[in-house]
């Protein structure tokens, strides 16, 4: 028997069941839904495009997005397998916006990329065609279709056929300066506050925090300008990334993602929508992007 | 001469002018609008609608909504007069949710509520007719329209003529048990991540943090069930709450908001959308109701 404890936990103040509405009613509560996923409802993340970035306070774990930056994640990982990161600093937490880090001393002296890319054209959207593009049927304040791909928001414009990852809360960016060909992936940001959605398609996104936002959202906010931090002792040291695939059984989290292409996340999203759930008096029939729950969830005994 | 210092900071990751895009654009970025903004644009909120939450690491400065919550509002002050909150705590804080206090021995031996009711009809909604509704021109995935009355982010239906306080983040709410008139304003809450819009209309909302969100965005996540701390020693402690009215000069911090009614906010929206910022390179051209800023500045010499 797998032992499995879930990580997401539910966005609501109580939790029970009881038929409720006028509007067509989903069947199940969420925890129901979940309840009711078969095993290959949920899937694993590849070890080799999943990073663990071990802080004093704890390890946040990514999952990249090699199907939307390519490039980014390709030069993310050499920086990792070179160990770049470890020991540079998170240099910026900004309220209701972002964390950010990178090489603090980035302007006089830059610690050396290796066979890293210094400048890398922007991954800011592609083309749709051949995603598997499950369309959330709302009215998407900056998008014409918003839906989810492999696990991650996304928007698409089908009268130029692009589509690209939204800034929903815990997606991983790389930050870049004026220059659209500015980053490179050596410099990256979590968001840990409100959607920041103007920021889609100018400014590659490369993955998410599946694991341990918390070590991110509850950094001290810099009192810099944009949340910079103003000095070294404020900043917090990165002690290692990895890739999970290098890392011992031991040192694994083990955890899985509901599939964003199936019945289940459907009937997830339903239950979203039109809530159940005692506590609610006026269930909104409607959700956006960025409010639908990614469950991830950890397996003791894989 | 009247010394300005603008508290809330600009999303964006550089800022710098430039023209740009094939869009109706607006002539100015957010930080020349409110450079040209006159005073007359700019308000003070109501000292005695104004609190003042004393915690170990700061103060979180609220702006209450009596338009909105009449009743909540006063419930709170009367619990605020009785010094109610003094020596309570934090009990929650849900990453990407809300922070919430009140009375961490509230099942066993509650603090006396005094002249306080113990049980309000919830605020979930009001009449629109007699607000000054300044509505923003956006595909919304909640409500049939959104905009801004008196400086609050709110929803309004007209096919039944009510309008409510939105949930963005920074917002104040009245924690309730399942019973629509089990909230009172003895347990509050604030959104610290993104706007969980599905609570509208199910929840009273009572007012705004307009300064010092950090300290309650940073507090460490509870790791009990819908992130209740699970033990005495995890709590923060509120030192007091007061209104503004009840403090010194030089204990008060003196903000003003900027007015949403003003033709100065509709070019600061305008500025938003369209981001004449030299960073931008695809600016959205659209903007989301929580995506607003609503700046607030600190006088030196009022």
Redesign the interface.
Known sequence: MRLVTLLT?V????L?ACATGNKPSPELTMSAVLEAASPEDWRRTDPNHTLYMALPGGTVIVELAPNFAPAHTKNILTLVDQRYFDGLAIVRS????VVQWGDPAEADKKRSLGQAKAKLD?E?FRSASGLDFSRLD?????ANEVGFVDGFPAGRDNANGRAWLAH???MLGA????A?DSGNGQELYVVI???????????TLVGRVIDG??HL?????GTG???FYETAAERTTILSIRREAQLADDKRKHLELLRTDTETFKQLIEA?QH?LE???????G??????VPLPVRAIANP
């Not at 005692?278 to 909104?284: L, N, Y």
């Open positions: 936990v966005s609501g103040i109580l029970s900004q309220e209701n916006y922007g800011y709302t009215r998407d304040s900056y929903c809360n815990a930050g870049r300066d004026v659209a506050g409100h959607a920041p959605r103007h920021l889609d398609r100018n400014v936002m918390q959202s509850t950094l001290p906010r300008s944009l949340g979203r809530r005692e506590w609610f008096i006026d269930p909104a409607h959700i956006s992007l960025c409010n």
